[in-house]
């Protein structure tokens, strides 16, 4: 029997099976950042141990930094010591760092790609749940809890259980104005917030083929959003063009090595998956949550589902919204572009392509973060920070930012968000706000109108 693309790489990793328990798998690349670090490396110091591999870890402070002013002192104190013991332990344990103001900082899990440390094949840890994002690249990648990140930094290697293996076919081509965003919202308003529970998704068909690496990311990224452990996408010439020429990248006879091996990265024809499930590219519209999990979603054009469930009540309480309504032309307060979503240049294009020669609604707060130092960069050489500006928006700095609300990006209670990132939980961009979850296009054209519209 064939072998799953999951499997290949997962196989190819296990150290040992533990009889009767989980596998102790080998990790490739550690990502960590200065929110659930810190404990790990206390754990270490009590211990008296070092880092066992430093070389195969990367850190970058992300969550708490400020998004304006970064040449300046950390205002909050907890932000301020998180980043600095981030510093601190870096320094003392010999792993790559890139800090505040470093032209790699960045959201972890938007420099992984672009700088060609995520590479096809791998095995990826973060202490951060949307470590998934990296399975665009074909690579098991996954979070994990500040007690495996200490495993994780002591010996390379981690505990798990193997995940079952589902494959999520989508058949043609997105619609004009639906993106990699709305596909997947899509797929997680069908299959629920806790579909994918149990589950390593695989994504298939030409809806997820004929995605830019950015939109793969995007969709890989929210795969936690059903509950599923992580999603992967197989390498093709897409991936491979992308990660040519990357800073980490394979050079030279090295790349051609890697190569080789990354085409070899698909699930077999007769490869066995636990699940399967299939939708149609055509039935997709521009999607857009109502309520208070990514699962609460639906097309932009539609009413918001009638539920009787007093969980499904309370959430459209909280979003005052109303069951069997339409929430085209409801006023939006805030609007959010960024985080290790929608933060990277490809949505920042998208975006200021879209309010061009516009302005913005006079009453509505617009926030564009991007997702690192390099995109930033890009934006300005690209003059988008100049478009941004005529259509009455500022180009802020990279950071996780409004996403979690961890610095000073927060959405005052009770204000209306429409935000590009991956949860709309009570209070996730503040205390007491509202979030609806949409694409890039959809934030943009909320921000010119100051209400829900839609995109075409």
């Not at 810190?38 to 998004?67: E, M, Y």
């Not at 997709?284 to 969980?311: K, L």
Request: charged content about 20%; glycine content about 10%.
């Amino acid at each position: 029997m064939g072998k799953t693309l999951f499997d290949k790489v997962w196989d190819a990793h296990v150290v040992e099976t533990i009889d009767g328990g989980p596998h102790v798998l080998y990790i490739d690349k550690h990502l960590i950042h200065e929110v659930t670090s810190p404990v790990a490396f206390l754990g270490l110091d009590n211990r008296g141990i070092k880092v066992f591999r430093p070389q195969h870890t990367v850190a970058t402070p992300d969550h708490n930094v400020p998004t304006i002013n970064q040449d300046l002192p950390i205002k909050d104190q907890l932000s301020k010591m998180q980043v600095d013991k981030l510093t601190e332990n870096t320094t003392n344990h010999g792993i790559t760092l890139y800090g505040l103001n470093h032209p790699y900082q960045g959201v972890v899990h938007v420099i992984g790609p672009e700088l060609g440390i995520t590479q096809p094949g791998m095995t990826i840890v973060c202490g951060d749940s949307h470590t998934a994002t990296h399975g665009a690249f074909g690579s098991v990648a996954f979070g994990i809890g500040t007690s495996e990140v200490e495993m994780v930094l002591a010996t390379q290697c981690i505990m798990q259980p193997k995940p079952k293996k589902m494959r999520i076919t989508v058949t043609g081509k997105l619609g004009k104005g639906v993106t990699a965003k709305d596909l997947i919202l899509y797929i997680i308003s069908k299959i629920s917030a806790s579909g994918g529970t149990g589950y390593f998704i695989e994504y298939a068909g030409e809806a997820f083929t004929s995605l830019s690496m950015e939109g793969r990311m995007t969709v890989c990224n929210m795969s936690i959003e059903c509950g599923a452990r992580g999603g992967l996408i197989a390498p093709d010439e897409t991936t491979f063009e992308y990660l040519k020429g990357r800073e980490f990248s394979p050079k030279g006879a090295a790349w051609d090595k890697k190569l080789a091996y990354w085409k070899t990265l698909y699930s077999d024809k007769d490869a066995v998956f636990d699940k399967e499930i299939m939708f149609d590219a055509a039935n997709i519209e521009p999607q857009i949550t109502y309520g208070t999990n990514p699962g609460m979603g639906m097309g932009i054009t539609q009413t918001v589902p009638v539920q009787t469930d007093v969980t499904y009540k309370k959430a459209l309480e909280y979003m005052k919204v109303e069951a069997g309504k339409p929430i085209i032309n409801t006023p939006v307060d805030y609007v959010f572009v960024g985080s290790c979503t929608n933060g990277r240049i490809e949505d920042l294009r998208q975006f200021a392509n879209a309010v061009k020669g516009k302005k913005k609604a006079g009453h509505v707060t617009v926030w564009i973060v991007p997702g690192s130092k390099q995109v930033e960069k890009q934006a300005i050489e690209e003059g988008l920070d100049k478009i941004l500006a005529e259509a009455g928006i500022a180009l802020r700095q990279p950071g996780c930012s409004a996403c979690l609300a961890m610095n000073d990006d927060k959405v005052p209670e009770g204000k209306l968000a429409v935000a590009t990132s991956n949860r709309n939980f009570e209070g996730r961009q503040g205390p007491g706000s509202r979030t609806m979850l949409a694409s890039p296009l959809t934030a943009a054209a909320v921000a010119i109108a100051g209400k829900i519209v839609d995109p075409r």
